[in-house]
């Protein structure tokens, strides 16, 4: 597989503006507030089904966490990312699905909680009397993302520890603890698990970066710390067969004086470049670095590189961080707010320090590969548009959109390979969606070869849950 052609480029732009014409991001007839308030300790219920069936072989949990406590003692939280997260288990077996819900216990939120009221800054959000800070794990809410290893769930968060927590009935078991000077290091929410199920991660405070390479089972095997170029907001990032991909926007930590949350310790430079670094794996020493014109992100595909060295990675990319900074807030506080406007977007990183970047019209986020094509050659990249979910081929320069309705707030799909199955699309797209006008969560199945078939099956919890972030599936 080449770069885009400009044929593809242009049907796949089309493409993306047929579909941003018909299903707005903007909140339609419902209230999507009811994402953003807080559910009682641990929910518990049976879904029940209201079209289509359950494929036979899909068998197994469906994770996903994000923020869901929004309120304590009459104050609001400030801003979306702080909220304490809940681990959200569907346990799918025998064409039926158990949903459980549980607060992950941290100590941030259980000192909260004897406190009864905010004690601690976080991400974009100081309370009115904010207690000192130890460690960066005061702070740390375990509400962005969720990996399954060894036996149980991770929930992370931005910058502090893993902590653990029990597959089936969610209890927290702790805070995963590494060893000697790791202990309390900064690991971050966007792991990379390859298909030999080797996991590699990174970690920032300011201008430190940790990198960090974990066996399957969880156990370090190796780490190195580099310094970046400048201290930027990081979120994400990316692997090849080869390489780590680091991608730091201008979005940089020198705003004056000393703001007590963390996005307001960055401004945003929009004549500074969009930094890449590419480090080899076998020695994590930055081997080339590019230049790209300014562009915020939070979220990265996949990354795989051709026999000549050609680095090809896609990713949501916004024009600036104004998501970050204020309609990450607006939500939390229950105002509206604009829309979305991340485009995906192909960047393409040559040896001789040559880039470029496709950048394709159409809002959308939280892009999701094949798991066994993490780091290596993929054709599709799947993701939420609006109020549903969309597929893109690299291939044909087409996105294959369905849409679920102007009622529906759609959270990230993920790729759930068939048993068995080799092809890239053999297997399942599970997703779910909050359904404003029905008050309730709905959870969704997808053949991954058909998305604008529409679903396989649709499912509804009894109760709205709290909009989240990111999701894994673990087969049975």
């Avoid at 469906?62 to 104050?75: L, S, T, W």
């Avoid at 087409?398 to 959270?411: I, K, T, V």
Wanted: hydrophobic content about 40%.
């Amino acid at each position: 597989m080449t770069a885009l052609t400009r044929r593809e480029i242009a049907a796949l732009a089309l493409g993306a503006a047929a579909t941003a014409a018909t299903s707005s991001l903007a909140r339609a007839a419902g209230d999507w507030r009811l994402g953003f308030k807080t559910p009682p300790e641990t929910l518990d219920s049976e879904l029940s089904l209201i079209e289509g069936r359950l494929p036979p072989d899909l068998q197994g949990s469906f994770y996903r966490v994000g923020p869901a406590q929004f309120e304590r003692a009459g104050e609001r939280l400030g801003h979306w990312f702080d909220g304490d997260g809940m681990v959200q288990r569907f346990a799918i077996a025998g064409g039926r699905v158990r949903h459980r819900g549980r607060f992950v216990a941290t100590d941030k939120r259980r000192n909260e909680q004897a406190a009864g009221r905010f004690l601690y800054p976080g991400y974009g959000f100081t309370p009115k009397e904010a207690a000192a800070l130890r460690r960066v794990d005061d702070i740390n809410a375990a509400n962005t993302n969720v990996l399954p290893i060894a036996g149980e769930i991770w929930a992370l968060w931005e910058g502090g520890s893993p902590w653990r927590v029990d597959a089936e009935t969610l209890d927290t078991r702790g805070r995963k603890a590494f060893a000697g000077p790791l202990d309390g290091v900064p690991f971050s929410a966007h792991p990379k698990r390859g298909p030999d199920g080797e996991i590699w991660n990174f970690g920032v405070l300011n201008r430190r970066c940790v990198l960090w390479h974990l066996a399957p089972d969880g156990s370090v095997r190796k780490t190195a710390l580099i310094e970046l170029p400048e201290a930027s907001l990081m979120h994400d990032f990316a692997v090849t067969s080869k390489h780590v991909v680091l991608l730091l926007p201008p979005m940089l930590g020198d705003a004056p004086g000393e703001p007590e949350s963390l996005v307001d310790r960055y401004r945003w430079h929009a004549d500074r470049p969009l930094q890449i670094l590419v480090l080899d794996k076998n020695d994590l020493a930055i081997r080339r670095r590019y230049d790209l014109p300014a562009r915020f992100l939070f979220h990265l595909g996949n990354a795989w590189e051709d026999e000549a060295g050609v680095i090809r990675l896609d990713a949501f990319l916004d024009d600036d961080a104004s998501f970050a900074v204020k309609t990450a807030r607006d939500l939390a506080q229950g105002l509206a707010t604009t829309t979305p406007t991340a485009r995906l977007t192909i960047l393409t990183l040559a040896p001789d320090g040559r880039a470029n970047m496709a950048v394709l019209p159409g809002p959308g986020e939280f892009p999701r590969t094949d798991p066994r094509r993490v780091g290596t050659r993929h054709r599709f990249t799947y993701g939420v548009f609006g109020g549903g979910i969309a597929r893109w081929d690299w291939e044909t320069g087409r996105q294959e959109p369905f849409a679920l309705g102007a009622d529906y707030w759609s959270e990230e799909p993920v790729f759930v390979p068939r048993n068995g199955g080799t092809d890239e699309a053999d297997g399942w797209i599970v997703a779910t969606a909050l359904n404003q006008r029905a008050a309730r969560t709905e959870l969704v199945v997808f053949d991954a070869r058909r998305i604008a078939a529409g679903p396989l099956a649709r499912l509804a919890c009894p109760y709205p849950l709290p909009l989240g972030f990111h999701g894994a599936f673990a087969a049975r």
